[in-house]
Nanobody, 123 residues
């Protein structure tokens, strides 16, 4: 499985970005997909995840601002980020969990990772 993330960039505080992650593989609709982020000097942290059935999970700091969604027809997961804050600045990674491991917030639950896309929010 290969994951290709895109959509990052530079935006002012309060702005929006939409990240996309396209996956190879025939069984995408059975994968749990997640987004993580890593800021300089910090550990990689969970942002959001979506199950094969569309159940969504978010870290508290992005609830109400970020929305994760998926389009199984084109093997793509999205992260719509609104009301961005400078503290959202990080490299964002998409990840695929092929076996439904728990907990979804743990990076080691995921089997494959994309290359990361930089999101920078200026104040």
């Amino acid at each position: 499985v290969q994951l290709q993330a895109s959509g990052g960039g530079l935006v002012q505080a309060g702005g929006s970005l939409r990240l996309s992650c396209t996956a190879s593989g025939r069984a995408f609709n059975s994968y749990i997909m997640g987004w993580f982020r890593q800021a300089p000097g910090k550990e990689r942290e969970f942002v959001a995840a979506i199950s094969w059935s569309g159940l969504t999970y978010y870290t508290d700091s992005v609830k109400g601002r970020f929305t994760i969604s998926r389009d199984n027809a084109i093997n793509t997961v999205y992260l719509q980020m609104n009301s961005l804050k400078p503290e959202d600045t990080a490299v964002y990674y998409c990840a695929a969990d092929l076996k439904g491991r728990e907990p979804l917030r743990r990076a080691t639950s995921y089997d494959y990772w994309g290359q990361g896309t930089q999101v920078t929010v200026s104040s």
